[in-house]
């Protein structure tokens, strides 16, 4: 068994594809402090999923009768001193992986929150040539006291370290690193249409699609042939993997890249576009008008049971009558304008509702339209 201690879930994926064993992740990522969950790779780099069910299984048998365990207190901090394991030749190979054949010199801002991405993104980053300030150092087994989550919201001292430094880009990564938010030099958010749009211009092969989940912008198919998949990882892979894409994109800012593995990486993520930027010569906000602006809103309704979430959704769908179609992916709802792809979560209580529109006017419509939907499936 190889331990390598605090690193980016990505890189696990990676290392478990280059040494053909499984790998094991624990990650605290997305879920609130003092709950932690697993990732499992298989040997072949891929997320498991079926893989689950068979382990669950075998726990159920084995524990059949015996006393439940008791829980451990929660919210306990992590020791700095589990960082480190087996790691100087590993983290070398992971780092080589990253820079291999990218040049960026330019001055980037980074925000790692204190996670996993802690060392790695720095050193990537560094690594391909980049000027990197980062706005926290190390480890924090709380983050901070912040959200793992970069929501735009919580993102103003990056924004504000990016205009005192004069940077061409920033980045800010979730807690596990299989996912980043970019920033232009203005400190402006990019939409991760955008961002695939300019991967695929540098990277993609012309001869095949990109790969968007269900709910991002349709202003994909304007500028490449773009083949949809359910919203999920696993199926962005998938769908890549049958019509030879390389390139794949997820709304939630999650980049699949057939060259290198199956897994999302948000550090190798910002690699690529601190290079793709250096190789078009503009600046990030002149690449972003070139694509257009995208106007969309979302909306989650939570439930405390997924029997109910499911009631809901049903009544949700009757509600709509015809005007509802059957997408991949839940329902969809098209108006002179826009759509609006409504479907419920597979791994939470949820009702998740994603709409976008041509304009600003026409956004603020759909939403109103959205609201009342949801008033109507949630009367008796």
Known sequence: MVRLGIVPTPEMAF?????????????PSHNPLGYVGLKGFSAAGRLWDREWSAIGEAYRVETRGAPRPRSGRRGSRASPGSVGGHGAPYREEYLDHLAAGLNARRTIVIDTRGGATAARAPEGLARIGARVVSLSDGFSPTFFGRSPEPTPESLGPLRDRIREERAALGFAFDGDGDRCVCLDERGSVLE?????????QVFGDRRHPIVASADCSRILERHVRTVRSRVGGRFVTRAMRRAGAEIGVERSGHFFFRRYGSDSDGVLTACLVAHAVDRRGMRMSEIAREVGPIYRGSRTTDYEEAAEARRAYRALVEA???????DRDGISVEFDDGWCLIRRSRTQPSIRLS??????AELRHIDRTVRQWIRAAHRP
Do not use: F, M
């Open 192 to 200: 991760p249409e955008v961002i695939a749009l300019l991967l695929y």
């Open 320 to 326: 709509l009558g015809a005007r509802a179609k059957a």
């Open 15 to 27: 290392h478990a594809q280059r040494q053909r064993r499984p790998a094991l992740v624990v990650t």
């Open 355 to 360: 709409y976008e529109a041509s304009s600003r």
